[in-house]
């Protein structure tokens, strides 16, 4: 449900994993609005992985190269106070691909374009859901065009259906987070003025200004393309609408000159963060804004979304396989509920909070040298906010993580495999990559392991009908990064268990990372303590059984 780029990335996923779905969405034409542009390193291998990635770069609008970070300046772009840190660069190596940038709809066009490679999808684009019902046979949903109705029957239904989802309404789920009361204002428009004035700047993508007006709140442009195209986001006052405020005025504030413009569109959004209690009920699931929203700060959103159906895909094959238990579609909404959580509050929420706090603290009119110390600490400040980010699902009931792991949007980029984080690449001596060894079940890395050792992850594997690809290769350069000679790596590319020997019971553990174990049966397989209670406990659950 959903025919956005985050419900094409599922049926484009899920094309490739050979299910049979349907997709719904009433648009039939994509939206002119940039919306969602900076696309992640980690959402590249996604397109890497769909086959589409070459595809995706060449759909942007700004020239190959160009410097995707952001300036941030005082008061406005011509104040004398701004700095550019280092964005998501500094993290580039942990990751097989390099970030993107473009508007969504070039992202959904390439999306939409590879979904119809496959048979196996069906395309009810144009068509409206009108209601979702579930019981213990299946779902049903109710689609609507033209007068006609059809009903769709599946195992599951994925809501991918915005803010206002049905599927997430009609399954009694609810989301709570914070409001800031704020009325936001996206602007889209072109202006070549604009693009000469900021050459005094380094090359960037993205122009912040920081104001102490504004209490913390952001006002941004963003390149769209180089020369011309923008698009702005700022607070406006309480009942402003698209006739009643002077919008030029408010782009010459923000910028700290006078420029002409072409303005092509004007909307309106609510500053607030929210997350849904869970992200699944029974056979329906949500994904995207239906499960979570947040003002569009540091690209989090559509790439988020893009992860949560990349978690869920995998799950649904095993399930619908036979080969995965009903406990890996539970810990869907363990694993990626956690990490919004840890977005939403504790990084958007929090740094909005920091900047009201610097701003109150700090002013060039009071103490110049003052502010200008703390004003510049900003930037490496910023840096850290970019090598923190590295959600991991330590403490996930179908990961064999540390003691005491607990799921979470922060950790540390490191090249060493370790349970419940993402795979870093490394070469192989055949001069390949493992990403393009990587298999689409369950990938066994043996790095200098003798025979017997992968035999015993073999054979647990087999009964169990769990697709398990061997990748053998010698211990040495490169390789000795990941600092372990077996690594088991899940569908995902998340690493799941490591160690140097086969464990004493491999059956139990490949058990528990298809979801047909319980982790509190797990003593022989290493030390687990806590390692269920992490995601309760990040979620504020009290039950011992979910």
């Known amino acids: 449900m959903g025919g956005g780029p985050v419900g094409v990335g599922l049926a484009v996923d899920l094309g490739l994993r050979g299910l049979s779905c349907a997709i719904i969405e009433r648009r039939t034409r994509l939206s002119d609005i940039p919306k969602g542009q900076n696309l992640t390193q980690r959402t590249l291998e996604h397109f890497y992985l769909w086959d589409i990635a070459d595809e995706l770069r060449k759909a942007r609008t700004m020239p190959p190269g160009y410097p995707i970070g952001q300036v941030t300046a005082y008061e406005s772009l011509m104040g004398e106070f701004w700095h550019a840190p280092p964005g998501r660069e500094i993290v580039r190596p942990y990751y097989f691909q390099a970030n993107e940038r473009l508007p969504q709809y070039r992202t959904e066009g390439v999306l939409r374009r590879r979904m119809a490679d496959f048979p196996n999808v069906h395309n009810y684009f144009g068509w409206t859901a009108t209601s979702v019902e579930q019981d213990a046979d299946g779902v049903r949903v109710v689609v609507e065009k033209d007068g006609s109705q059809e009903v769709l029957e599946a195992e599951y239904v994925v809501g ?181 959580r840890d977005i939403g509050e504790e990084i958007i929420a929090a740094e909005i909070e920091h900047e009201r706090k610097f701003l109150e603290r700090y002013s060039p009119e009071r103490d110049r040298e003052e502010f200008e110390r703390a004003f510049h600490k900003l930037a490496p400040a910023s840096g850290s906010l970019v090598r923190s980010y590295e959600p991991h699902y330590e403490g996930s009931p179908v990961v064999i993580g540390p003691p005491g792991g607990v799921i979470s949007a922060r950790g540390s980029h490191s090249f060493t495999a370790r349970a419940g984080h993402h795979l870093a690449p490394q070469p192989l001596s055949s001069g390949r990559n493992v990403y393009e060894e990587l298999g689409t079940g369950f990938t066994l890395l043996a790095f200098g392991a003798g025979d017997a050792d992968v035999q015993t992850f073999e054979r647990a594997a087999a009964p169990l009908r769990i697709p398990l690809k061997v990748i053998r290769d010698s211990f040495t350069e490169g390789r000795e990064a990941y600092e372990s000679r077996l690594i088991l790596v899940r569908p995902d590319q998340y690493v799941v268990w490591v160690g140097n020997d086969a464990p004493d019971d491999a059956d139990r553990l490949m058990r528990t990372v298809s979801g047909r174990t319980s982790t509190s049966r797990l003593e022989d397989i290493g030390p687990l303590a806590d390692t269920a209670e992490g995601p309760r406990a990040a979620l504020g659950l009290k039950s011992p059984d979910l």
């Open 160 to 340: 991918c259906d915005g803010g206002r989802s049905l599927v997430r309404d009609q399954a009694n789920i609810e989301r709570h987070g914070t409001d800031f009361d704020e009325i936001m204002v996206l602007i889209v428009f072109r202006s070549r003025e604009l693009h000469e004035a900021l050459k005094r700047f380094p090359e960037r993508s993205t122009y912040r200004v920081v104001h102490p007006d504004l209490k913390g709140y952001w006002m941004f442009f963003g390149r769209i393309d180089v020369g011309e195209g923008w698009f702005f986001h700022a607070p406006v006052p309480a009942g402003t609408t698209a006739d009643n405020f002077d919008f030029e005025e408010l782009l010459h504030r923000a910028a700290g000159f006078e420029f002409s413009c072409e303005i092509g569109s004007v909307g309106f959004w609510d500053l607030r963060v929210q997350v849904a209690e869970e992200y699944r009920a029974g056979r329906a699931f949500i994904a995207g804004d239906a499960a979570h929203t947040h003002p569009p700060y540091g690209g989090f959103g559509l790439n988020n979304g893009l992860e949560d159906v990349v978690n869920l895909g995998w799950k649904l094959t095993a399930v619908l396989g036979g080969w995965g238990g009903d406990r890996l579609l539970d810990s869907y909404s363990l694993e990626r509920r956690a990490i919004f």
